[in-house]
T-cell receptor
Framework: AQRVTQPEKLLSVFKGAPVELKCNYS??????LFWYVQYSRQRLQLLLR??SRESIKGFTADLNKGETSFHLKKPFAQEEDSAMYYCALKFGNTGKLIFGQGTTLQVKP | GAGVSQTPSNKVTEKGKYVELRCDPI?????LYWYRQSLGQGPEFLIY????????DSGLPNDRFFAVRPEGSVSTLKIQRTERGDSAVYLC?????????????FGPGTRLTVT
């Protein structure tokens, strides 16, 4: 069955420290993976997708099919990165998304 | 331009009552999705519309839940005989199409509380 796992509910780091938010998936087909972010009192929004291979706000994520992972990384965390982050898997031909449970990133000054 | 809007933003109802939640997608978006987010969880897929038809309703938990999109734009999620376990944030998202690599844009959600 399709599944997305984010093992950490909370990740707390100091400003300037590196950040890695973990995401593992289970899917028998060709995966299409996303990271969504929800800042305080804002709606859920797309951060990045693996097919774009782009860096957004300094964040990158590489799809590792061997390890079935799509970890989100940033070399130097900023206080404004504090938010809830969700990893999501798109499957089927309808575009529906399966989300992980989410990780709260807290960047301390 | 205007994003996805949802009304009401909050709804408190008593157990056993009927509720309707409304979603206004971005103009021109043919694909519309409903998700439910329980406390401490990620959003969970409920139903997908392509145009006016429900192309995938596999996520609806039971027959108390129903959704319509009669003109291919606004959608209404209907919940009959509400239960306390239905309490959650109901999210709507729209995209240009379901197939392909189109981004889903989310609304602010409706927080439903069943007392």
């Amino acid at each position: 069955a399709q599944r997305v796992t984010q093992p950490e509910k909370l990740l707390s780091v100091f400003k300037g420290a590196p950040v890695e938010l973990k995401c593992n998936y289970s899917y028998s087909g060709s995966p299409e993976l996303f990271w969504y972010v929800q800042y305080s009192r804002q709606r859920l929004q797309l951060l990045l997708r693996h097919i774009s291979r782009e860096s957004i706000k300094g964040f990158t994520a590489d799809l590792n099919k061997g390890e079935t992972s799509f970890h989100l990384k940033k070399p130097f965390a900023q206080e404004e990165d504090s938010a809830m982050y969700y990893c999501a898997l798109k499957f089927g031909n309808t575009g529906k998304l399966i989300f992980g449970q989410g990780t709260t990133l807290q960047v301390k000054p | 331009g205007a994003g996805v809007s949802q009304t009401p933003s909050n709804k408190v109802t008593e157990k056993g009552k009927y509720v309707e939640l409304r979603c206004d997608p971005i103009s021109g978006h043919t694909a519309l999705y409903w998700y439910r987010q329980s406390l401490g969880q990620g959003p969970e897929f409920l139903i997908y519309f392509q145009g006016t038809g429900a192309a995938d309703d596999s996520g609806l938990p039971n027959d108390r839940f129903f959704a319509v999109r009669p003109e291919g734009s606004v959608s209404t999620l209907k919940i009959q005989r509400t239960e306390r376990g239905d309490s959650a944030v109901y999210l709507c998202a729209s995209s240009l199409a379901g197939q392909g690599t189109y981004e889903q844009y989310f609304g602010p959600g409706t927080r439903l509380t069943v007392t």
